[in-house]
């Protein structure tokens, strides 16, 4: 059974070549890496909590420690910059944008540059 969020064979080919190896002198992997993908990009569309994964995904325990392991390690950094340098080139830019646009209206703080406690008592 596949998900919308699941990874396509072309996707994965990119990504897979991305994610590390398995440690050598270890056991060989149980899990396959691509589930693993697509679990946590399940969680990602869907928004549902981790033990709230399917059942056809690996345990969820599984896959939330493969996403921190990915993301302590900058993986997810790696894949992010490299389908982002991808897309860019594919539509004839630079890999690296020149410029950022911030909308300052979506962020709410006070004059100290803290975030703006707000109780009733303080109204």
């Excluded at 646009?101 to 540059?113: A, H, L, N, P």
């Amino acid at each position: 059974m596949g998900y919308p969020s699941d990874v396509s064979d072309t996707q994965w080919r990119i990504i897979g070549r991305l994610l590390p190896a398995t440690k050598p002198g270890g056991r060989p992997r149980a899990t396959d890496t691509r589930s693993v993908v697509n679990a946590i990009f399940y969680i990602l569309r869907s928004g549902c909590s981790w033990r709230m994964l399917p059942r056809d995904f690996p345990p969820y325990s599984t896959v939330y420690m493969y996403f921190k392991q990915w993301r302590d390690d900058g993986t997810w950094e790696k894949v992010h910059d490299t389908l982002r340098d991808r897309i860019r080139s594919r539509d004839g830019r630079k890999k690296s944008p020149s410029a950022a646009i911030v909308d300052s209206q979506s962020v709410k703080t006070t004059e100290k540059g803290a975030l703006a406690a707000t109780t009733q008592a303080k109204k």
